[in-house]
């Protein structure tokens, strides 16, 4: 069984220090939604992260990141055959568990749309089995209580320069263990250290900074071979 963690997710509702900023009104004005309704995004919300000294900032607002990671995960095979289950870990210590026979809108803004609900409470009569959300709920707790991988490895350009067919012949040796890989869930920077420190391997698959879902498609790609 493989576990994904999209770490430190760059999704969460605007933060109350941001509300009152007037870039911030403006964009709730225009699309004619409270701001404790929209989700972060820091092509609208930029100035607003910048100037109210936002923490972490560059690391925040990129909700569709999350979007694209959800959409080629769910669409593996191996995610198909029951074989993956994901989870979402937010900058702002949400957890959201996503069911296996979760269908992610392809569309992004009826994504945004159920993302919302979730966050703001309004789903659990919808789907309360296929997408859920817990508050407070760090990294650490999510590794150590609810997944309780036998390996939990990382990908980052940090990390070691290995071929995924090595990663995988080295460290995958029984299809009855839990595998975890973690998947980095932001736009620039790197993982928290109280993240990294967690790793029992941190890996690099390429001399290039690859974006997020291209990492996790050649991952599960992969897995889907070895076994």
């Not at 407070?136 to 980052?156: A, M």
């Not at 299809?175 to 920077?189: H, T």
């Amino acid at each position: 069984m493989y576990s994904l963690v999209i770490a430190e997710a760059a999704i969460e509702i605007i933060p109350p220090i941001l509300r009152n900023h007037p870039s911030v009104k403006n964009h709730s004005k225009r699309v004619g939604r409270n701001s404790n309704e929209l989700l972060l995004d820091i092509s609208y919300h930029h100035k607003a992260m910048v100037e109210q000294n936002l923490q972490e900032w560059w690391k925040r607002g990129r909700p569709d990141i999350v979007h694209f990671d959800l959409l080629e995960a769910l669409s593996t095979p191996l995610s198909m055959q029951k074989k993956l289950q994901v989870y979402v870990s937010t900058f702002d210590n949400k957890l959201i568990t996503i069911n296996q026979n979760l269908r992610i809108p392809k569309n992004y803004f009826r994504f945004e749309g159920l993302i919302t609900s979730i966050f703001r409470g309004h789903n659990k009569k919808n789907s309360p089995k296929l997408i859920e959300l817990k508050e407070n709920v760090g990294f650490n707790d999510l590794i150590e209580k609810i997944i309780r991988p036998d390996l939990l490895i990382g990908f980052s350009i940090q990390g070691t320069k290995t071929k995924i067919k090595d990663i995988l012949v080295h460290n995958i040796t029984n299809d009855s263990r839990n595998y975890c890989f973690v998947i980095g869930g932001f736009q620039r920077g790197h993982f928290s250290e109280r993240i990294s420190r967690t790793f029992n391997n941190l890996f690099s698959i390429s001399p290039y900074s690859l974006e997020s879902h291209v990492v996790i498609a050649r991952v599960l790609y992969e897995c889907e071979n070895y076994a």
